[in-house]
């Protein structure tokens, strides 16, 4: 096992809303995760729309602050909510970094893309000179495939691929070790996604960068990351190493990714049995008592109901939380 680079215990993030009658009520975007991410590898997180994947990975740069929970970077405690640690984030914004997963809301449409990218080594102090500052920004257009002309050009004369060659610059320019991709190629052509992909990965051998990798597609994910974390209704439900998973996962929720993801062989396609989950997503402000997928599970008993499962190890790195697999 690799040095850990990031930590995360317990983890809640909760969003107040208003209720009817103006009562407080509370999304419960995360619930009680915890994962760590070795220095150098990829963790893969999947799910639905709304299961928290977007949020856990803003929470654990701190770009929104936790409920509850520790968050330790590099073996340092940068968040403990219960014993009131809550650090400085600046110096670690250079080893903490995001990709957006919407590149044309993320970049100021009144900056040029040389001032973008520029902006956080003027924060952060990185350039000695005005040359230095252009030659850091042209070396960085250049390393994700684009052309030095276009550090005078606007957000808007770009491509939706161009746009997050651009962002990506952006998390690259303060030299960071860690990156979350927030769903960086979802709102890309299909031709483009895997240009993108690819030049991550690149990157990440270039650089040793660590990535929290978030998608929609299981089978992007399982090409690009090392370990997979699957999320439901804010809870991780389980986390394997990414081969593991795929070809042998043990929750129900996994399983039922697994069998909607297309496969290329017609006759593989065709004896592959879908599984459908019947009834709707339940809603974060007021989730279930017990296991929060015991509504849709075909499984589900009374202790599911009862009980919420613990995250638990049932083969070598392999964990799920679910009461059906305790026997």
């Given amino acids: 096992m690799g040095e850990k680079l990031v930590e995360v215990d317990n983890l809640r993030k909760y969003f107040q809303v208003k209720g009817r009658g103006g009562r407080k009520q509370y999304v ?28 856990l990975g803003r929470t654990i740069i701190r770009l929104y602050e936790p409920t509850s929970g520790r968050i330790t970077y590099g073996g340092e405690v940068i968040s403990d909510v219960e014993n009131h640690i809550s650090v400085n984030m600046l110096p670690y914004r250079r080893k903490m970094q995001i990709i ?23 924060i952060h102090k990185l350039c000695a000179s005005k040359q230095d500052r252009t030659d850091r920004i042209r070396e960085l257009l250049d390393k994700v495939g684009l052309n030095t002309e276009h550090s005078n050009r606007f957000p ?15 998390a690259l320019a303060v030299d960071p070790e860690f990156i979350v991709c927030d769903e960086p190629i979802s709102a890309l052509d299909v031709s483009i996604q895997s240009q993108v992909v690819n030049m991550l ?9 660590t990535y929290l990798f978030i998608a929609h597609d299981i089978s992007v994910v399982r090409h690009i ?14 986390l394997s190493e990414s081969y593991e998973l795929c070809n042998n996962p043990i ?17 593989k396609s065709r004896a592959n049995k879908r599984i459908l989950l019947e009834g709707d997503v339940p809603s974060p402000i007021n989730p279930p008592s017990g296991c929060r997928f015991h509504t849709r599970c075909p499984y589900a008993s009374e202790r599911c109901r009862q009980e919420m499962p613990a995250l638990k190890e049932y083969s070598p790195g392999h964990y799920a939380a679910c009461h059906m697999l305790e026997g």
Avoid: W
């Avoid at 929750?251 to 006759?267: G, N, Q, W």
């Fill in 201 to 209: 990965e690149d990157l990440q051998e270039e650089l040793g960068l």
């Fill in 225 to 238: 990351s090392n370990r997979i974390g699957v999320m439901y209704l804010g809870c991780l439900v389980e």
């Fill in 251 to 267: 929750h129900p929720y996994t399983k039922t990714l697994m069998s909607a993801v297309p496969l290329p062989d017609p006759i």
């Fill in 28 to 55: 419960q975007a995360v619930e009680n995760v915890s994962l760590f991410i070795n220095k150098g590898e990829t963790l893969g997180l999947v799910g639905e729309s709304g299961c928290g994947k977007t949020t």
């Fill in 100 to 122: 957006f997963q919407d590149p044309s809301a993320s970049l100021d449409p009144r900056m040029t893309v040389g001032e973008i990218i520029g902006e956080a080594l003027d």
């Fill in 156 to 170: 808007h004369e770009f491509s939706g691929g161009q746009q997050q060659r651009i962002g990506i610059a952006r």
